[in-house]
C-alpha cells in the first residue's frame, strides 16, 4: 500500500527565517511526487511535480528536491503571504494516471 | 494550468434530501476525474475515479450507492450524495489531468453540511 507521511505537521516561522517540509513515501513504482498548496477553505494548487530521484525543481522562494524515499520542499525567506498548508502526494507507476495518495500535510505559519 | 470548476461551493442540506455536486474542466477534455473527500486538518481520501462513458471505479469502504458518480462528457462529471446525513458532511473534492497525463488540477472544493 502506498503511504506519504509529511513531517512536521505544523511549522511557524517568522518571516525570512529558511526552513525544509518533510515527505517520506513509500511507493510500489514511482509515476510521480507531486507537491501542492492549499489554502483554508480552498482546493490544492499544483506547486511542483518529480519523477526521479536527483530532481529538483524551483518557483519564487520554493523548491522542491526528490531521492528515492523522500521528497524535501525549502522555503528560502519565507513571507506572510507563503502561510498555507503544503500537501505532498505520489501517484504508482501502476494505477490510473491522476490518482493520488497524499499525505497529511504540513501546516506553515509566517509571522511578520 | 488546466482550470477545474466545482459547483457549488457550499451547500447545506437537510438529512435526508440529495445533494449533487459538478465538477467541470473548463479548457480541457478529461477523461478521467476524481473525487477526494477531506476531514478537518486531515489529507484528501480518494472516493472514486470517475471515467467518461462508464462506471465509476470506488475505492475501498466507499458506499457506491451512497455517493453516486456520473461522468457524462469529457467535461463534466458529478457526485450525488444520496439520503445525506450529518456524517456526510465535509469538504469534497474533484481533480482532474490533462490528456492523461500525472499532473492533477484540483476544483475549489463544496463544504457540504448536513443538518
Known amino acids: 500500500e502506498d503511504q506519504v507521511t509529511q513531517s512536521p505537521e505544523a511549522l511557524r516561522l517568522q518571516e525570512g527565517e529558511s526552513s525544509s517540509l518533510n515527505c517520506s513515501y513509500t511507493?510500489?513504482?514511482?509515476?510521480?511526487l507531486f507537491w501542492y498548496r492549499q489554502d483554508p477553505g480552498k482546493g490544492p494548487e499544483f506547486l511542483f511535480t518529480?519523477?526521479?530521484a536527483g530532481e529538483e525543481k524551483e518557483k519564487e522562494r520554493l523548491k522542491a528536491t526528490l531521492t528515492k524515499k523522500e521528497s524535501f520542499l525549502h522555503i528560502t525567506a519565507p513571507k506572510p503571504e507563503d502561510s498555507a498548508t503544503y500537501l505532498c502526494a505520489v501517484q504508482a507507476s501502476n494505477t490510473n494516471a491522476g490518482k493520488s495518495t497524499f499525505g497529511d500535510g504540513t501546516t506553515l505559519t509566517v509571522k511578520p | 494550468g488546466a482550470v477545474v470548476s466545482q459547483h457549488p461551493s457550499r451547500v447545506i442540506c437537510k438529512s435526508g434530501t440529495s445533494v449533487k455536486i459538478e465538477c467541470r474542466s473548463l479548457d480541457f477534455q478529461a477523461t478521467t476525474m476524481f473525487w477526494y473527500r477531506q476531514f478537518p486538518k486531515k489529507s484528501l481520501m480518494l472516493m472514486a475515479t470517475s471515467n467518461e462513458g462508464s462506471k465509476a471505479t470506488y475505492e475501498q469502504g466507499v458506499e457506491k450507492d451512497k455517493f453516486l458518480i456520473n461522468h457524462a462528457s469529457l467535461t463534466l462529471s458529478t457526485l450525488t450524495v444520496t439520503s445525506a446525513h450529518p456524517e456526510d458532511s465535509s469538504f469534497y473534492i474533484c481533480?482532474?489531468?490533462?490528456?492523461?497525463?500525472?499532473?492533477?488540477?484540483f476544483g475549489q472544493g463544496t463544504r457540504l453540511t448536513v443538518v
Open positions: 511507493v510500489s513504482g514511482l509515476r510521480g
Open positions: 481533480s482532474a489531468t490533462l490528456r492523461g497525463g500525472a499532473e492533477a488540477f
Open positions: 518529480l519523477y526521479s
